[in-house]
Antibody, heavy 122, light 110 residues
């Protein structure tokens, strides 16, 4: 079936990096804009960034500038989110999400991954 | 500290109608399109409304959206116990160059 399948939970120490993958399955993802959204425990949604279909263009929230890298391997229909210099406040569920094709404000996500819990703890 | 303001909670009885508010500014809600999401416990968010008032395929007509000025509203009619969830609004912020979300509203169906 049509889905985004993310990699599993991770436990990292402060200062380390984490790389979460997001693989499109059951459909052709060549035209997708993929976003990353995170949710800290008991908190709301926080947008992190976006990558375009070719992987040649990204936009990151200012909060994550310098720490976040989103890349794409079109040959495997996989998008990667790499967050460095982790701190305890980065503990959250990280979601990838597909932007709806006719969305007018880059904020419509019709397909979500299952989420990947990243825990940052010493 | 969310850019968009949502009340923390609302409640209503089964079968009734409920509305959710989302307040922003001219740099976000006022000049961009709003989406609404439903998040059931321990699941990913689900898109209910996009472009202020459009429903994705598969979303029933009892969910509706509207926008006026710098505020947006999600409405649900014919409430069901399965509607108990957190509801988030989101839009683009032209000043921050970022997608922004509200803090979410928890719906309790009494």
């Amino acid at each position: 079936q049509v889905q985004l399948v993310q990699s599993g939970a991770e436990v990292k120490k402060p200062g380390a990096s984490v790389k979460v993958s997001c693989k499109a399955s059951g459909y052709t993802s060549t035209g997708d804009y993929i976003h990353w959204v995170r949710q800290a425990p008991g908190q709301g949604l926080e947008w992190m960034g976006i990558i375009n279909p070719s992987g040649g263009s990204t936009l990151y929230a200012q909060k994550f500038q310098g720490r976040l890298t989103v890349t794409r391997d079109t040959s495997t229909s996989t998008v990667y989110m790499d967050l460095s210099s982790l701190r305890a406040e980065d503990t959250a569920v990280y979601y990838c999400a597909r932007e709806l094709e006719d969305c007018r404000s880059s904020n419509c996500y019709d397909l979500w991954g299952q989420g990947a819990l990243v825990t940052v703890s010493s | 500290q969310s850019v968009l303001t949502q009340p923390p909670s609302v409640s209503a009885a089964p079968g009734q109608k409920v509305t959710f508010s989302c307040s922003g500014s001219s740099s976000n809600v006022g000049n961009n399109y709003v989406s609404w999401y439903q998040q059931l416990p321990r699941t990913a968010p689900k898109l209910l409304i996009y472009d202020n008032n459009k429903r994705p395929s598969g979303i029933p007509a009892r969910f509706s959206g509207s926008k006026s000025g710098t505020s947006a509203t999600l409405g649900i009619t014919g409430l069901q116990t399965g509607d108990e969830a957190d509801y988030y609004c989101g839009t683009w912020d032209s000043s921050l160059n970022t997608v922004v979300f509200g803090g979410g509203t928890k719906l309790t169906v009494l």
